[in-house]
């Protein structure tokens, strides 16, 4: 009898077990391949550290990694998460312009500070504490997961030499997404383009330079066919970050959510860390590759600033008449990086 009450014991035990413990199937999606770090902290600290926290709950997760446009282009994953054909993607603001609006105000916003670690934080904290940050991603059916998408400092790479705005007049230099906006004033031709084709146009003469940030332009090559690199102060820029499904999400107990939410605070610790170590690397590599490496003067860099159209203030005007209140987001975004020591060249939301 002793036994058999045992048995029941444990019989119960068991059972109660195998229905708190879960196990998940997990797709991501990225347009780029997993050279690129926004990618690679995937499976460098994100799925690491959801196996980790899931497995100390009892549950155990398989993670498909689609990348490099598998199931998803360039601009394409916050749409494929949306449908489901992914739980989770690295969601591109910078590509996505027309649906994650607001997530823009950086590249809006030139020549206010080169702190990737400032601006990742600003980014990240506005959109845990901002209704209006939070809304871009519901609309569109998905989850701000967090794991910002931070970029360097922007640069000035061409293939002739750069000493003053005037020696960008007519020349056609390639810029991603809103950056384009970046060249108005300085007599440069923009052309939309991307890091996936830059080597080859650069290459191919389709266009004489291209804005870019260190940390891909090393990677990328970029020196070999443009190797005049022009450090302006742009400045560091919020383009991305890990979304997912919002129907999937919900859907999830509380402490599962939590512990992908620490698989997204664990891949933003290393990417911010593994950019700022290998932005000196990339700088003294294409140093040692044949690139000439020389700072704007302030001068420069002034009448390019003071040259530009105040396209933040058009594109907050235009969010705003769509019932978008980007107008506040760019005061908001503006002043917490004055707050966090930034000094920009121009207050763009105060002209």
Not at 57 to 76: D, M, N, P, R, T
Not at 210 to 232: D, M, Q, R, Y
Not at 256 to 277: G, H, K
């Amino acid at each position: 009898m002793k036994f058999l009450k045992t048995s029941a014991i444990a019989l119960c035990l068991l059972s109660s077990t195998a229905a708190v413990a879960d196990s998940y199937n997990v797709t991501i999606a990225a347009g780029h391949p997993p050279v690129f770090r926004w990618v690679k902290m995937f499976p460098e600290a994100f799925i690491p550290t959801a196996n980790e926290k899931l497995a100390a709950l009892g549950h155990s997760v398989s993670f498909s990694e689609q990348y490099g446009g598998a199931i998803a282009g360039v601009g394409e994953e916050l749409e494929t998460v949306e449908a489901g054909l992914s739980e989770l993607g690295a969601c591109s603001s910078l590509f996505d312009p027309g649906k994650l609006a607001v997530q823009n105000v950086t590249y809006y916003t030139p020549f206010v500070s080169d702190d990737v670690q400032l601006v990742s934080e600003t980014l990240h904290n506005l959109h845990l504490s901002d209704p209006r940050m939070q809304q871009a991603y519901t609309d569109n059916g998905v989850v701000y997961l967090g794991a910002p998408t931070a970029i360097d400092d922007y640069v000035l790479m061409t293939n002739f030499p750069v000493t003053s705005l005037a020696d960008l007049e007519g020349r056609k230099i390639a810029a991603p997404g809103a950056s384009i906006n970046w060249l108005a004033g300085t007599g440069a031709v923009g052309v939309q383009g991307n890091l996936t084709t830059y080597y080859n146009e650069l290459q191919t003469g389709v266009y004489d330079g291209v804005l870019v940030f260190a940390s891909a332009a090393f990677p990328g090559k970029l020196f070999e066919v443009a190797p005049n690199i022009t450090k302006v102060g742009l400045g560091a820029q919020f383009a991305g970050s890990i979304c997912a499904n919002k129907d999937w999400w919900d859907g999830l107990p509380e402490d599962v959510q939590e512990a992908f939410r620490a698989a997204a605070d664990a891949a933003a610790s290393w990417y911010i860390e593994d950019l700022e170590n290998f932005v000196t690397i990339a700088y003294k590599g294409m140093e040692a590759g044949g690139a000439t490496i020389s700072d704007a003067s302030d001068e420069m860099r002034a009448q390019w600033a003071a040259g530009m159209e105040n396209a933040a203030k058009v594109w907050a005007e235009g969010l705003d008449a769509q019932g978008k209140d980007a107008s506040g987001v760019l005061t908001t975004y503006m002043d917490q990086m004055r707050a966090g020591g930034a000094t920009p060249l121009r207050d763009w939301d105060k002209e």
